[in-house]
């Protein structure tokens, strides 16, 4: 009786070759999981964005200018919240295209204006938000007085991180 069945020295001789085949490693397990991730991680922030946008909007529909202006004549809680919304699209694209270049000059001027443009920004809402007493005694449970302290806060935040990163980049670059 003579036995069929293929050991590992017919399967691999000196004139013949067996592959097998292997995935490239961009497409092994963990990374088909990591960019799994990133997709989902990149829509949940554009989800984040459009929310946030919109309430912006309807904080400011709800609460009209002249409504704060009748109340309170020095604010101008209304003009921050929209000046933040058209500056979102403006300034922040002209930030990202300098951070872009390739030269180092110009990304270190964008951490400049991005820190400028972030403690100009925190600033004014904490003019409008804490030091104007009207505006906090009689629009604090708005919609428009509430975004206007989360704004402040993120533009707090990112003052704090632009200053950093400039920080870092003007010592140990």
Do not use: H
């Not at 691999?12 to 995935?23: K, S």
């Not at 990149?42 to 309430?55: D, N, R, V």
């Amino acid at each position: 009786m003579t036995d069929n069945r293929l050991n590992d020295t017919d399967l691999y001789t000196p004139t013949q070759r067996v592959y097998r085949y292997r995935f490239p490693n961009s497409l092994d397990n963990f990374s088909i999981k990591s960019s799994i991730l990133v997709v989902f991680s990149i829509l949940i922030l554009l989800g984040l964005l459009a929310a946030y946008l919109t309430f912006m909007v309807i904080s400011l529909i709800k609460t009209s200018n002249e409504d704060i202006k009748l109340i309170c004549p020095n604010s101008n809680l209304w003009a921050y919240m929209l000046v933040i919304l058209i500056s979102m699209f403006t300034i922040n694209i002209g930030i990202v295209k300098l951070e872009k270049s390739k030269k180092d000059d110009l990304k270190i001027f964008s951490k400049i204006v991005t820190f400028i443009y972030s403690v100009s920004l925190c600033s004014w809402g904490y003019y409008e938000l804490v030091d104007n007493d009207c505006a906090e005694t009689n629009f604090d449970t708005t919609l428009i007085y509430q975004f206007a302290f989360v704004n402040m806060i993120i533009y707090l935040f990112a003052a704090f991180i632009s200053f950093s990163v400039l920080t870092y980049r003007m010592i140990c670059v």
